[in-house]
């Protein structure tokens, strides 16, 4: 995968990616709810414009899309996802994260860099946090040697490559990496940033559901160190 010098990874060609965006901005755009839109965009902190489809709507039109199509290789989800974050309209990029996500398995850890700029273009916990939990989460399971550029994300000064850090292992629950959970959260635990204070939070809570214990422990030890937010959250369903 090339990068330019400004960071944005190459569109690769793709046929399949022709037929899925001149499809996909056929019928998204039909379906629109214009006022819909307002209250979303309103809702996202102004993020992005939005088409207004529901989530079901929205779903079920990507179906649509998709029908009758091959299934992707990874030049094909690298082309979809990048030309989807071209467009202005927030649902475009909602399409492109499914599609990462369904896809996850069939890319490389190539496809990191192409994920980084996702993160960090028109960044919001809608994206991020999928992106995180489902895609990143994926290659590094696949490919342990990206887990130097979890080290590397953990330590950036973009808060969300901070967070999606934080949350990669959210899906991996017996497979987590717990040194580098705890330690994770002990190097970001004076972060000012809400997202950030609150990824920890999720990030252990959601590790009590598989080692509730080592949570406790892990809270009880440095529970001073941590924000009040990131304690609350981390022991939500676990309790001291």
């Given at each position: 995968?090339?990068?330019?010098?400004?960071?944005i990874?190459?569109?690769?060609?793709?046929p399949?990616?022709d037929?899925?965006?001149?499809?996909?901005?056929a019928?998204?755009?039909?379906?629109?709810?214009?006022?819909?839109?307002?209250d979303?965009?309103?809702?996202?902190?102004?993020?992005?414009?939005?088409?207004?489809?529901?989530?079901p709507?929205?779903?079920?039109?990507?179906?649509?899309?998709?029908e009758?199509?091959?299934?992707?290789g990874e030049?094909?989800?690298?082309?979809?996802?990048?030309?989807?974050?071209?467009?202005?309209?927030?649902?475009?990029?909602?399409?492109?994260?499914?599609?990462?996500?369904?896809?996850?398995?069939?890319?490389?850890?190539?496809?990191?860099?192409?994920?980084?700029?996702?993160?960090?273009?028109?960044?919001?916990?809608?994206?991020?946090?999928?992106?995180?939990?489902?895609?990143?989460?994926?290659?590094?399971?696949?490919?342990?040697?990206?887990?130097?550029?979890?080290?590397?994300?953990?330590?950036?000064?973009?808060?969300?490559?901070?967070?999606?850090?934080?949350?990669?292992?959210?899906?991996?629950?017996?497979?987590t990496?717990?040194?580098?959970?705890?330690?994770?959260?002990?190097?970001?635990c004076?972060?000012?940033?809400?997202?950030?204070?609150?990824?920890?939070?999720?990030?252990?809570?959601?590790?009590?559901?598989?080692?509730?214990?080592?949570?406790?422990?892990?809270?009880?030890?440095?529970?001073?160190?941590?924000?009040?937010?990131?304690?609350?959250?981390?022991?939500?369903?676990?309790?001291?």
């Amino acid at each position: 995968m090339r990068v330019t010098a400004k960071g944005i990874p190459d569109v690769p060609p793709s046929p399949l990616a022709d037929t899925v965006l001149e499809r996909l901005t056929a019928v998204y755009p039909a379906a629109a709810d214009p006022e819909r839109a307002v209250d979303l965009r309103r809702y996202m902190k102004d993020v992005a414009p939005f088409l207004g489809l529901t989530s079901p709507v929205r779903r079920a039109l990507s179906c649509t899309v998709l029908e009758g199509l091959p299934r992707p290789g990874e030049p094909d989800c690298t082309a979809i996802a990048l030309r989807c974050w071209r467009l202005p309209e927030r649902e475009y990029h909602y399409f492109a994260v499914d599609h990462l996500r369904r896809h996850v398995t069939r890319c490389s850890s190539d496809v990191l860099p192409v994920v980084r700029h996702l993160l960090t273009t028109v960044p919001w916990w809608d994206t991020v946090d999928l992106l995180a939990a489902h895609v990143v989460g994926g290659l590094v399971a696949a490919d342990p040697d990206l887990t130097a550029d979890m080290d590397a994300w953990i330590e950036d000064e973009d808060r969300w490559l901070v967070r999606a850090a934080l949350l990669h292992q959210l899906r991996h629950k017996e497979r987590t990496d717990t040194d580098r959970l705890f330690g994770y959260c002990l190097r970001q635990c004076g972060h000012g940033d809400f997202f950030v204070r609150k990824a920890i939070g999720w990030c252990l809570r959601e590790y009590a559901k598989t080692d509730p214990d080592a949570v406790r422990a892990f809270v009880a030890g440095h529970g001073r160190r941590l924000a009040p937010l990131s304690v609350r959250e981390a022991l939500r369903t676990i309790g001291p």
